[in-house]
């Protein structure tokens, strides 16, 4: 609806009409302005390319630190390994916390019982009693060459020559 469509209204009542419409619209601009402008401070500085060069060059001191500090990690680690009598290329699998010596000492202990635990133990020993002479052994028997020469293939083909 226009302004000038108001009907019953002279031009000065008109007139009245129109200024308290452009105060208040000037009122409005206004609060909205400082609005805008209390929002602004907040909005986030835009960085110079100085800033960004230089932030770039601190994450990039900081990564060949870290870098620096797992490799050293890395090389203490197999050595305390080394010294456990351990494969030093056991540190890849291995997540130490802050007390590496304990956790070290506590891991080779493990590992040396399980590598004993596991290892092959000879549950039959050769005694004197399986060294026989030629002049035995043609003393003996089917039965008891066919033993010798399945217990002991090797000596059964020497004393068979």
Do not use: C, W
């Not at 960085?47 to 230089?54: G, N, R, T, V, Y």
């Not at 028997?141 to 059964?156: A, D, F, I, V």
Request: hydrophobic letters at 30%; zero cysteines; a negative charge.
């Amino acid at each position: 609806m226009k302004l000038e469509e108001l009907q019953g209204f002279n031009d000065e009542q008109l007139e009245m009409v129109k200024k308290l419409i452009q105060s208040e619209t000037d009122r409005v601009r206004t609060e909205y302005s400082k609005q805008i402008k209390e929002l602004e401070q907040y909005k986030p500085k835009e960085k110079s390319q100085a800033e960004i060069d230089l932030e770039n060059r601190l994450k990039a001191l900081e990564d060949r630190e870290k870098e620096i500090a797992n490799k050293e990690r890395q090389s203490q680690l197999q050595a305390k390994l080394q010294e456990k009598g351990l494969d030093s290329q056991l540190y890849k699998f291995l997540n130490v916390g802050d007390d590496a010596d304990t956790f070290i000492n506590e891991f080779a202990e493990i590992m040396n019982k399980t590598v004993l635990d596991g290892s092959y133990k000879p549950n039959v020993h050769k005694s004197t009693k399986d060294i026989i002479t030629k002049e035995q052994f043609a003393g003996m028997g089917y039965m008891e060459r066919s033993k010798l020469q399945e217990t002991n293939p090797t000596l059964y083909a020497k004393l068979s020559e």
